[in-house]
């Protein structure tokens, strides 16, 4: 028998309306795995991990963490179970009506009970990991580009070194050498802190340099979950298409 | 289509409609007893609701005390009873003009800055990240906004009442010739604490019609900048109605009292 995997999806459905997003996913993440997950825009990645959160309820399956389920939790259950957690969102979903710093160290005051001062000097630790300097930390998130955004979502994902982080396409509208940088801080985060990391990319590059594996979501499930090294030799025909960026394969585009 | 189908489906949504806006307040007032109390948005909330509505709100009351006077004035002369005119300017302005119109302004100008603030927070999914970062947004953006606008509103309209007899008392003193000491004298002869403190309670349901009605639309707002919109339109319509609503109810109670 092995160990329980950090994170565990069996068979989890969400439906929109009429509009079903996710039908049956399936998927482990061991312990200090980090997990690329790839598919074509719009397929539901970024509503799965949000299932894993609680943000959205699944109409069925089962979402463990640690061997635990997880939906349904509430109330001060729900708290601690998301005191495992960072997030960036592909939005980087910044707080306007508060400064860079406040938004990075928002979990360690609010969440963690820290002292200003001492918040602070985390936040502009982690900013400086993500390439911004204390200048940017006292102004207000609409004074940012798009990129630097992203980035301070990323210093507020990793601020509280959770176990578990989801970045929801991280280097996303970042120039190529800050993409690498990012690349190497969920590299870094895994290694040293020991993090899970689950992370949305339609980016192969930085996916083969993040990856010890990698899952492929469409029509609402996985269809291919392998080693990174492998995705080359997949022999699925979806994942060959799609890191081929080919127009024409089983992945018919909705035009 | 069946006509009756129709009406029953209009009628459904409406009271789905009120059950969820029911649920959301009970949620809400719920949770402003359960910790944590963020005092200091209470106080930022307390500053945006009532000292920058200070000029709309004293406006509003200054003119309206003006003009009544005048109105008042018209109609008491026609039977010789021009002494009557401050006693009635300060009832009607403490008992239901300072309340309603100050209402109808801080609901045009909070309503909609709540409904927006909170529909952009709910559409670039600031409200699930405050989630994720183990913070209740009802805790955090709902509970400061409802204890606010509830306790800042009977501040305003005192300070509208205030203005608004100071408008009416110009007129009077400086357009109608009325004796400033008399004058005076009438305004506060016979107006009694119930005048006033009935105003000031509905004051504060109105505070807590406008800040619900806006946090409510702002938080369910769905479908980007036009859902915003719509959430903002929405928010401060309802809560106008509520508002003329909750102040015949109000009336009413301490009418029968
Ligand atoms: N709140 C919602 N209400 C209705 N439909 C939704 C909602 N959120 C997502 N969807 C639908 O679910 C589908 C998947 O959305 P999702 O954001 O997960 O895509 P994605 O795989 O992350 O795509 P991308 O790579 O472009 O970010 C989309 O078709 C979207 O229309
Ligand atoms: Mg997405």
């Given at each position: 028998m092995s160990e329980t995997p950090k994170l565990q999806?069996?068979?989890?459905?969400?439906?929109?309306?009429?509009?079903?997003?996710?039908a049956g996913v399936d998927l482990t993440v061991a312990r200090g795995e980090s997990l690329v997950v790839i598919g074509g825009s719009g397929t539901g990645k970024s509503v799965m991990i949000k299932c894993v959160l609680g943000l959205l309820k699944p109409e069925r399956g089962s979402i463990r963490v640690d061997g635990e389920e997880t939906i349904g939790l509430s109330g001060g259950r729900r708290r601690d179970y998301l005191a495992k957690f960072g997030m960036l969102f592909q939005s980087a979903a910044l707080f306007d009506s508060l400064k860079v710093w406040e938004n990075v160290a928002f979990a360690l005051i609010e969440g963690a009970d820290m002292a200003r001062e001492a918040a602070r000097e985390?936040?502009?630790?982690?900013?400086?990991?993500?390439g911004l300097g204390p200048e940017v930390a006292e102004l207000d998130p609409a004074e940012l580009s798009g990129g630097m955004r992203k980035r301070v979502g990323l210093a507020?994902?990793?601020?509280?070194?959770?176990?578990?982080?989801f970045f929801d396409e991280p280097t996303t509208g970042l120039d190529p050498i800050m993409g690498d940088v990012i690349n190497r801080l969920i590299v870094e985060c895994v290694r040293d802190l020991g993090a899970t990391t689950l992370t949305i990319t339609h980016d192969m590059a930085s996916a083969r340099?993040?990856?010890h594996k990698v899952a492929m979501l469409h029509q609402g499930r996985i269809v291919w979950h392998g080693p990174a090294a492998a995705i080359d030799q997949s022999g699925n025909p979806f994942v060959d298409q799609f890191i081929h960026g080919r127009a024409e394969g089983p992945i018919a585009m909705e035009l | 289509m069946n006509p009756l189908a129709i009406v029953g489906r209009f009628f459904l949504a409406f009271l789905a409609a009120i059950g969820k806006l029911a649920c959301f307040a009970g949620d809400a007032v719920w949770h402003c007893l359960v910790p944590p109390l963020y005092l200091r948005l209470v106080g930022r909330q307390m500053l945006a609701i009532g000292f920058y509505s200070l000029p709309v709100v004293g406006l509003t009351a200054l003119f309206t005390g003006a003009v009544l006077a005048l109105q008042i004035y018209i109609g008491s002369s026609r039977f010789n009873a021009e002494s009557?005119?401050?006693?009635?300017?300060?009832i009607g302005l403490t008992r239901e003009l300072g309340p309603v119109l100050g209402g109808l302004m801080v609901g045009g100008r909070v309503g909609a800055a709540m409904a927006a603030e909170l529909g952009t927070m709910r559409v670039t999914e600031q409200i699930d990240a405050l989630i994720t970062l183990r913070t209740d947004p009802l805790n955090y953006l709902v509970v400061p906004r409802l204890i606010a606008a509830t306790l800042t509103m009977p501040l305003l309209v005192l300070v509208a009442d205030i203005v608004g007899v100071f408008g009416g008392y110009m007129v009077a003193i400086h357009r109608l010739d009325f004796n400033a000491a008399s004058?005076?004298?009438?305004?506060?002869?016979?107006l009694e604490t119930m005048d006033v403190v009935s105003g000031l309670v509905k004051a504060a349901v109105f505070g807590f019609i406008i800040a619900l009605m806006g946090c409510y639309h702002g938080f369910n707002s769905s479908g980007g900048a036009q859902g915003v919109g719509r959430a903002t339109t929405n928010a401060v319509v309802s809560s106008l109605i509520l508002i003329l609503v909750a102040n015949y109810i109000v009336t009413e109670l301490f009418f029968a009292g």
């Open positions: 999806l069996s068979d989890v459905h969400k439906s929109f309306g009429r509009k079903v997003v996710l985390v936040a502009l630790e982690k900013l400086r990991r993500v507020r994902a990793i601020a509280t070194e959770p176990e578990i982080i340099t993040i990856a | 009557a005119v401050a006693t009635i300017v300060v004058y005076l004298k009438n305004t506060f002869e016979y």
